[in-house]
């Protein structure tokens, strides 16, 4: 029986983007499963709980297959190896990234050699989109239509409008 190749795909999503979809639906192409891992990162202050993040992800992935959203806290080298899998899914923009990524991927390499990074280039359309940007213009009741998915659209312009 082929094994399955499950891969990781890890982030803050806060919110997820039309650049992060891009990279899952890529992602699928390689992979026979790909489990989102929204991270639970104390040093970061989200605009969007943990729970909010995943719900705008599962809504946003519900026609594909094969995908799983979970969330972490702590190593993500364990939270990989907990899942059976042995490869961590990265998105590339722009070379502004790729240092960074770059210096992640060797450090985990080294406390874990047998994890893999596989990085995956968006289409180009995406290449300067993040969820800052994204955070930015809709503060500014922006539009942010093209950028992210429906629902996310709808949940900035509901936080946006409380504050
Ligand atoms: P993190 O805080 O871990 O960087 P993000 O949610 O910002 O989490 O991003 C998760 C992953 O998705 C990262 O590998 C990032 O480079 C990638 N990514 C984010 N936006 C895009 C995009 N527009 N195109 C391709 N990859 C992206």
Not at 98 to 117: C, G, P, S, Y
């Amino acid at each position: 029986m082929k094994t399955m190749r499950i891969a990781v795909y890890p982030g803050s999503f806060d919110p997820v983007t039309n650049g992060h979809i891009d990279v899952i639906e890529r992602a699928l192409r390689l992979f026979d499963r790909i489990i989102v891992a929204v991270g639970d990162n104390p040093g970061k202050k989200p605009l969007f709980t943990t729970k909010e993040r995943i719900a705008m992800l599962e809504e946003s992935t519900k026609h594909l297959k094969n995908i799983e959203i979970d969330s972490f806290s702590g190593l993500l080298l364990d939270f990989v190896k907990s899942k059976k899998s042995g490869i961590i899914i990265r998105g590339l923009r722009a070379v502004s990234d790729f240092e960074f990524e770059f210096q992640r991927a060797l450090m985990n390499r080294v406390v874990n050699d047998e994890i893999e990074t596989v990085f995956i280039m968006t289409k180009e359309h995406y290449v300067y989109l993040n969820s800052s940007i994204v955070k930015e213009i809709a503060m500014f009741n922006g539009n942010v239509n093209g950028l992210v998915p429906p629902i996310v659209e709808k949940k900035l312009k509901e936080k946006f409008s409380k504050t």
